[in-house]
């Protein structure tokens, strides 16, 4: 999952320190320098929000 998520935020151009937090069973929050970025949808790849 983590690939798949780094590889998006690079194509997005964003760049920073990126964590995430459980969101709930298929998603997860991203934050990017402590920001919230953005909902991961950890099936489709894709960012849901």
């Excluded at 964003?14 to 099936?43: A, I, M, N, P, R």
């Amino acid at each position: 999952m983590e690939e798949k998520l780094n590889v998006a935020l690079k194509a997005l151009g964003v760049t920073g320190k990126v964590t995430t937090k459980k969101y709930d069973s298929f998603t997860v929050t991203v934050y990017v320098d402590g920001e919230k970025f953005g909902l991961w949808d950890t099936v489709k790849n894709t960012f849901v929000e």
